[in-house]
């Protein structure tokens, strides 16, 4: 008898360096964004849900909001090494296998990706 787990929303994060992407030649570009296409290609060949996804803006470009009060301003975000830079969202029952498939897609790209959950509305406390 198999059991399955239950398919869980999990958002990738993708962290680099966009100073490296400001600078990149349209070759560059190029080969990134098939990165981008063979890890959607994959993802729904291998049974992970990929509902939507966002290249982001250079952080010059954020709005900041911290203790109530909003800034338009790079702070010291700007000066750390490796800036959110996208994401997807992507409904999967195997974490490991969603792990596994950003590892191989972009064994190439020296940022980071960070694999997260998120917490279903059912378990949110809207008390808290």
Do not use: N
């Not at 959607?40 to 250079?58: D, I, K, M, P």
């Amino acid at each position: 008898m198999t059991t399955t787990t239950p398919a869980t929303t999990y958002v990738v994060l993708i962290y680099g360096d966009e100073s490296g992407w400001t600078s990149a030649t349209p070759e560059q570009r190029a080969k990134e964004y098939g990165r981008h296409e063979e890890f959607a290609r994959r993802a729904g060949e291998e049974g992970h849900e990929l509902t939507s996804g966002a290249e982001l803006r250079e952080i010059a470009t954020a709005t900041f909001v911290r203790g109530g009060t909003v800034g338009v301003t790079a702070g010291p975000y700007a000066e750390l090494a490796e800036q959110l830079g996208g994401l997807y969202v992507v409904r999967t029952a195997d974490a490991d296998g969603l792990a596994r498939l950003v590892a191989d897609c972009f064994r190439e790209d020296r940022g980071l990706f960070e694999i997260r959950p998120t917490t279903p509305s059912e378990e949110q406390d809207p008390t808290s």
